[in-house]
């Protein structure tokens, strides 16, 4: 994707980020779904949908629903890539903190990387090669 406004996709997403997004609690947040388990994607996924539930439910800052204020500022916030956001802080914390990084694999035991994990159908972590049966 290409990086629209200071190295973010769009200045909505570089706004939210910089104002309203705590990297404090995103760490907090992070470490508990680490000790959940949770992959890379995972996480990433998790923290999108609670950072976008955070900001538009929980600060306050929409208004009145209906209002002229309310379309400007859904419509700001629908432009914001939640993921990207996600992913910055995701990246962040595997790499600030290495003993949340590495898992091992159920099927054969090596330890792997979180993000390089591939999670079944059944909720198992495996590497590539088991999840590609060359093992």
Do not use: Q
């Not at 570089?14 to 992070?30: H, K, M, Q, S």
């Not at 949770?38 to 929980?58: I, K, T």
């Not at 099927?107 to 198992?124: W, Y």
């Amino acid at each position: 994707m290409e990086k629209g406004y200071n190295g973010w996709a769009n200045y909505e997403t570089w706004r939210v980020n910089l104002e309203v997004i705590d990297g404090d609690d995103a760490n907090d947040i992070l470490g508990d779904y680490a000790r959940d388990g949770m992959d890379r994607d995972e996480m990433v996924d998790a923290l999108a949908g609670y950072f976008e539930d955070f900001v538009s439910y929980e600060t306050g800052i929409l208004p009145r629903e209906g209002t002229f204020a309310y379309g400007i500022v859904n419509e700001f916030l629908r432009k914001v890539d939640w993921e990207e956001i996600a992913e910055h802080y995701v990246d962040d914390y595997l790499d600030t903190n290495p003993n949340d990084e590495n898992t091992a694999c159920t099927e054969c035991d090596t330890e792997i990387a979180k993000r390089d994990a591939c999670v079944t159908t059944a909720g198992r972590i495996v590497c590539k090669d088991c999840a590609e049966g060359t093992v």
